[in-house]
């Protein structure tokens, strides 16, 4: 498979909340994944919480994504119906051996301040 197939895979996955589909996708050795609130090297745990998450998300809109031999970067919004509105996010990706090995997951993390044990 393609960086593109890898990632958009998962992406997808992750968003349909298929959680077993995206973590197919990720490296069960040496993986990392962090962002403004998760930080994990399980290869299925960082997707823990994605059931709480996905009930607040409305529509992801795709603004850019960016594909090299072994990364890849997405930009896009994420809607929801919290107060948070609309949240822009850019998500790097490392691959090793056709697998995803790290994802760094950038956004602004204060909207999400008071409603984070919700989602969790």
Same mark, same amino acid.
């Given at each position: 498979m393609s960086t593109r197939e890898v990632?958009? /895979?998962?992406?997808? #996955?992750?968003?349909?909340? *298929?959680?077993?589909? %995206?973590?197919?996708?990720?490296s069960e050795?040496?993986?990392?994944?962090?962002?403004?609130f998760i930080t994990s090297t399980d290869a299925a745990g960082h997707l823990a919480g994605l059931d709480g998450f996905l009930r607040v998300v409305t529509e992801v809109?795709?603004?850019?994504?960016?594909? /090299?031999?072994?990364? #890849?970067?997405?930009?896009? *919004?994420?809607?929801? %119906?919290?107060?948070?509105?609309?949240?822009?996010?850019?998500?790097?990706?490392?691959?090793?051996?056709?697998?995803?090995?790290?994802i760094m997951l950038i956004f602004d993390a204060a909207p999400w301040q008071p409603m984070a044990a919700a989602i969790r």
């Open positions: 990632v958009r /895979g998962y992406h997808d #996955a992750r968003y349909r909340g *298929d959680a077993a589909a %995206a973590a197919a996708l990720v050795e040496s993986f990392s994944f962090r962002s403004p809109e795709m603004i850019s994504e960016l594909y /090299g031999e072994s990364e #890849a970067t997405l930009v896009y *919004d994420v809607h929801t %119906a919290t107060p948070a509105g609309v949240q822009r996010t850019a998500e790097h990706f490392r691959l090793r051996d056709g697998k995803i090995c790290t």
